[in-house]
């Protein structure tokens, strides 16, 4: 985030780079860089004839480096953002030429989702030397309950811990969905709010009582009348709780517990790095812990696995519904 506050920075400044190469795995930053050059970089009487906004599937990189050469009207600078440019992907090297010697009056924007440029290959170099490559990385999912924490406190709000991890097992990784349900959130609630799991039930349609959060929870701390509880409104709510994601959650939960077992350094911060977990939820780990020793651990994942593989219709013919029910007895008992 760092990054993108100094690209930000620097276009208000003025500071505005002939070409922005923006690629990578996350599309959130991509389209907030790309949106922020759109909205500010000329005024609103300069757009009109200066910013043009072009399709991958639609043109060729001639006609872009066609576009970019001509001369802006009337202002400074024109801006040509190339949406879904990984369309162009095959003939990308192709913009080689211009990118080493750029209209010094265009600001030309690439969004090049889920792909990136060879960095051996002479565009990556030529743009790296007149422009900006900016990669926009995936999260992983242990970081996105921090990655919401600051975005809420940007906006002036908080959130509680559990409320952003059930954000997170419900929307995964996936920023820009999150963001739309955050942006739905401080619509409704007023500034400096602690969001709690009751603001996220309420106005996102979470269960806070019902989610692989708590089911998790409910599994390591052995509560068998809990976990049943859950699962069995799962299995009426098959849509909003898929097995696929129920058993990854669980193997992940059980993964970091089998590196919990291997920590020599148990204390509160150190299990808290080495699980990328927040400290909050260590003591989880704690007790789920003594429930299930290493051996246990290992037994579980393998049943996971199995369950995982069953859940594709393979080697069983069992609905999700059997097939939950019968991992969770296995688990537990």
């Given at each position: 985030m760092d990054e993108i506050r100094d690209i930000v920075l620097a276009i208000k400044k003025g500071e505005v780079k002939p070409i922005y190469f923006l690629m990578g795995d996350e599309p959130y930053y991509i389209d907030k860089i790309s949106d922020f050059i759109e909205q500010t970089v000329l005024d609103e009487a300069e757009k009109g004839f200066n910013q043009q906004v072009m399709y991958g599937r639609d043109v060729s990189i001639d006609d872009i480096v066609s576009a970019a050469k001509r001369y802006p009207m009337m202002a400074d600078k024109q801006v040509i953002i190339v949406k879904e440019a990984q369309d162009l992907s095959r003939n990308i090297e192709k913009l080689v030429t211009y990118?080493?010697?750029?209209?010094?009056?265009?600001?030309?924007v690439f969004n090049y989702k889920y792909k990136k440029l060879d960095k051996r290959k002479k565009l990556h170099k030529a743009i790296a030397k007149t422009g900006?490559?900016?990669?926009?990385?995936?999260?992983?999912e242990n970081q996105v309950a921090d990655w919401i924490r600051k975005i809420l406190a940007g906006k002036k709000y908080k959130i509680e811990p559990k409320a952003a991890q059930m954000l997170v097992e419900f929307l995964g990784t996936d920023l820009s969905k999150i963001s739309n349900e955050i942006e739905k959130l401080i619509t409704i609630l007023p500034l400096e709010t602690i969001i709690t799991d009751k603001d996220?039930?309420?106005?996102?349609?979470?269960?806070?009582?019902?989610?692989?959060?708590?089911?998790?929870?409910?599994?390591g701390e052995k509560n068998i009348v809990k976990a049943n509880r859950i699962i069995n409104y799962f299995a009426e709510n098959p849509k909003n709780n898929p097995l696929v994601m129920t058993i990854s959650l669980l193997n992940g939960?059980?993964?970091?517990?089998?590196?919990?077992?291997?920590?020599?350094?148990?204390?509160?911060?150190?299990?808290?790095?080495?699980?990328?977990?927040?400290?909050?939820?260590?003591?989880?780990y704690f007790l789920a812990a003594r429930n299930y020793p290493m051996r246990k651990v290992a037994q579980v994942i393998a049943l996971l696995r199995e369950a995982d593989v069953k859940s594709k219709g393979v080697g069983a013919n069992q609905t999700n519904r059997d097939i939950l029910k019968e991992l969770l007895f296995r688990i537990l008992h």
């Open positions: 990118a080493e010697q750029p209209q010094p009056t265009t600001v030309l900006y490559i900016f990669e926009s990385k995936k999260l992983y996220i039930e309420e106005n996102i349609g979470i269960s806070k009582d019902f989610n692989n959060f708590e089911l998790k929870k409910a599994i939960f059980f993964t970091q517990l089998l590196l919990f077992h291997g920590l020599k350094d148990k204390s509160k911060n150190s299990v808290a790095r080495s699980l990328g977990v927040s400290p909050y939820f260590v003591d989880e």
